[in-house]
Structure formats: structure tokens, C-alpha cells
């Protein structure tokens, strides 16, 4: 007798849990296809045009350093990469000598030039790309 009751006690317990089970699975769907809140939507719309926007920043940046001529040490010449997702953006280089320093700017677009570009300058724009 009490070994069939323990079967009772079991199935009970098994038929409870799932029902308990089944309704938390319909709890879940109905709140998954619950229209969201106006304040929800109009969030998760700032942050889509905010994502747009960030694309166009010029958030990709790479640094390379070097000696332009062999009779000078220390890596003052430099070149820097600026550009965005797409792959515009900006090279600056500065180039130092003895007597003298240089200052170039060239654009990038889709992470080409259209002026020639010496071997660091294609280096930091290399580097930035993600």
C-alpha cells in the first residue's frame, strides 16, 4: 500500500511540475508578443541612429612612427591614420629633419589614396582597418 502511494505522491508531483512548466512557457510567449512601450521603442530608435551616425566617425586611428632619413634617430617622423567604418578619412604625416620638418595631409577614401603614398602612411592606414 505504501509503495502505490509513493507512485501517487510521484505522479502528482510530476503532473505538477508540469503544469507549472507549461505555464511559464505561455507566460513567455505572450509577453514576447506584447507590443513594447512607446519609451522602449523610441530608445531602441536612438540607438539605431546612433549606430548610423558613429559609422561616419573617424573612430579607426593608427600611429606609426620612424626615422625619415638614416642620420637621424629617435622616430620623429610620424604618420597618422584617421578614418571611419567605410575606410575615409584623413593621412597625416609630419617628417622631420635636421633643419627642417614637413606636414602632409592626404584624404582616404575606401581605404585608398589617390595621391602616392610612402610605405608608413600605407602601414597606418592598414593598421586601422578593423
Given at each position: ?25 505561455g507566460r513567455r ?32 586611428l ?23 567604418d567605410a ?44
Amino acid at each position: 500500500m505504501s509503495e502505490a502511494l509513493a507512485a501517487l505522491a510521484l505522479l502528482v508531483a510530476l503532473a505538477a511540475l508540469l503544469m507549472v512548466l507549461a505555464d511559464r512557457r505561455g507566460r513567455r510567449r505572450s509577453s514576447d508578443d506584447a507590443p513594447l512601450p512607446e519609451d522602449v521603442r523610441g530608445l531602441r530608435q536612438e540607438v539605431a541612429a546612433l549606430r548610423r551616425e558613429g559609422a561616419d566617425a573617424l573612430r579607426h586611428l593608427s600611429v606609426v612612427r620612424y626615422d625619415a632619413f638614416s642620420d637621424m634617430g629617435g622616430h620623429l617622423s610620424w604618420s597618422l591614420a584617421l578614418v571611419d567604418d567605410a575606410g575615409d578619412g584623413v593621412v597625416l604625416t609630419s617628417i622631420h629633419g635636421r633643419s627642417e620638418a614637413r606636414s602632409y595631409a592626404k584624404n582616404v577614401t575606401g581605404w585608398t589614396c589617390e595621391q602616392q603614398l610612402s610605405p608608413e602612411e600605407l602601414e597606418a592606414i592598414d593598421a586601422t582597418r578593423p
